[in-house]
């Protein structure tokens, strides 16, 4: 079936302007996270929700990011007035339920902010 | 909360040899251990899992063995192929619903 997809797969922005990244999880997951990575880092956890309940935003850096979901389904992470520091690739991960099951991730969104 | 390190770095290796990556962990109630390969300008990709009711497993090549009295974990490639060139990650979860990753090893393989 299908997998994590997510969109765009690059984004090329001016500093200043505001960004949303879109994740698509596999039908069916009820947990899907959001990961930021640095050009040759590891993965930094940003957001995780979990079916309805409220989202984990513990590892969100600023309050400029925010997300949302809708439901079970798609997700977006939104940067507001981006920064140079805010370069970097964006993951997104599902799993059927959460912390022991299987994470699928998506390919990311590159983002470039000049 | 948890924290996992993961030794090496950089790993390079010739054609044919064997590779190990090491992983430590710091909470005794993480019950699930998965390993993921990125190649470049890819996501993390699931190569091999591990629960802590086993101690080992394998498939094909490859082959993780899991130390919960020393809250160890490690992923041994056996006959490495150029195209096992790559960063692996390791993660740990259970205690958290949050996996904790390691900070990843990229391993080269000289053809």
């Known amino acids: 079936g299908a997998g994590v997809s997510q969109s765009p797969s690059n984004k090329v922005t001016e500093k200043g302007k505001d960004v949303e990244l879109r994740c698509d999880p596999i039908?069916?997951?009820?947990?899907l996270y959001w990961y930021r990575q640095r050009l040759g880092q590891g993965l930094e956890f940003l957001i995780y929700?979990?079916?309805?309940?409220?989202?984990?935003k513990s590892g969100l850096p600023s309050d400029r990011f925010s997300a949302e979901r809708t439901g079970e389904s798609v997700s977006t992470l939104t940067i507001q007035r981006t920064q140079q520091e805010d370069s970097a690739v964006y993951l997104c991960?599902?799993?059927?339920?959460?912390?022991?099951?299987?994470?699928?991730f998506g390919p990311g969104t590159r983002l470039t902010v000049l | 909360g948890e924290n996992v390190e993961q030794h090496p770095s950089t790993l390079s290796v010739q054609e044919g040899d064997s590779a190990v990556i090491k992983c430590t962990y710091s909470?005794?109630?993480?019950?699930?251990f998965p390993w993921y390969k990125q190649e470049l300008g890819k996501g993390p990709q699931l190569i091999i899992d591990?629960?802590?009711?086993?101690g080992e497993k394998k498939d094909q090549r490859i082959a993780v063995t899991l130390n919960k009295t020393a809250k160890h974990f490690s992923l041994h490639i056996t006959e490495t192929q150029p195209e096992d060139s790559a960063v692996y990650f390791c993660?740990?979860?259970?205690?958290?619903?949050?996996?904790?990753f390691g900070r990843g090893t990229s391993l080269i393989v000289h053809p």
């Open positions: 039908s069916g997951h009820t947990a």
């Open positions: 991960a599902s799993s059927l339920a959460y912390g022991t099951d299987t994470q699928y």
């Open positions: 929700f979990q079916g309805n309940s409220a989202p984990d």
């Open positions: 909470d005794s109630a993480s019950n699930y």
């Open positions: 591990i629960r802590s009711n086993v």
């Open positions: 993660a740990a979860s259970g205690g958290s619903y949050i996996p904790t």
